[in-house]
């Protein structure tokens, strides 16, 4: 089992800046990759950022290409999510996920290809 706590949420300005973090604990040595996915009310869960166990070739939807940075803290077991420049239309529950499948970098954005999620932590970006 893989567990998976996210925090760093909050209430920011447009334009400013919040970093979550997601720790990830249990079997740490099997994940494969973890994914960030938010969900505004009244919408469907997106994704938004993955990185594979390596580090290695960060991917990121379009939306928040440029602005959003995601990272990973071999030491510490967490997958950091650096969010600059938010906008309004970022406020959401932001949720991490974790797969220990090797799976294709296209399959990245779908939430079906993660088998642990955390229990995500609101971003509120006020205009």
């Known amino acids: 089992q893989v567990q998976l706590v996210e925090s760093g949420g909050g209430l920011v300005q447009a334009g400013g800046s919040l970093r979550l973090s997601c720790a990830v604990s249990?079997?740490?040595?099997?994940?494969?990759?973890v994914g960030w996915f938010r969900q505004a009310p009244g919408k469907e869960r997106d994704f938004v950022a993955a990185i594979r166990l390596s580090g290695s070739f960060p991917y990121y939807a379009d939306s928040v290409k440029g602005r959003f940075t995601i990272s990973r803290d071999s030491a510490k077991n967490t997958v950091l999510l650096q969010m600059n420049g938010l906008k309004p239309e970022d406020t959401a529950n932001y949720y991490c996920?974790?797969?220990?499948?090797?799976?294709?970098?296209?399959?990245?954005?779908?939430?079906?290809?993660?088998?642990?999620w955390g229990q995500g932590t609101q971003v509120t970006v006020s205009s």
């Open positions: 996920a974790a797969t220990i499948v090797s799976i294709a970098q296209p399959l990245l954005t779908s939430e079906t290809s993660y088998d642990f």
């Open positions: 249990g079997r740490t040595f099997s994940w494969s990759a």
